[in-house]
């Protein structure tokens, strides 16, 4: 699975970089929790929390079934 969500972040990548953001994979669980770390302009950006739930978690769980939830860590 760790493989499939590094796919699935690598497409999500070029928005976030386009803002002067980006997207790190820190952990995948065996219980479907994907960790990531947002760097760059997410870092510290207000609208981060957004970004991370209705874009990140949203398509992951679209395209990998097996996801539960993401956090940022």
């Known amino acids: 699975m760790l493989e499939m969500v590094q796919k699935t972040l690598d497409k999500i990548r070029p928005s976030l970089q ?3 953001g980006d ?3 820190v952990e995948v669980t065996d ?3 994907v960790k990531v770390k947002l760097t760059g ?3 510290g950006c207000p609208m981060s929390q957004m970004t991370l739930k209705m874009g990140i978690e949203r398509l ?3 395209e990998i079934p097996e996801v539960k939830e ?3 860590v």
Do not use: F, N, P, Y
Request: hydrophobic letters at 40%; one cysteine or more.
């Open 18 to 20: 386009a803002d002067g």
């Open 23 to 25: 997207v790190e994979l």
């Open 31 to 33: 219980d479907g929790i």
């Open 41 to 43: 302009a997410c870092k």
């Open 60 to 62: 992951l769980k679209k």
């Open 70 to 72: 993401v956090q940022s």
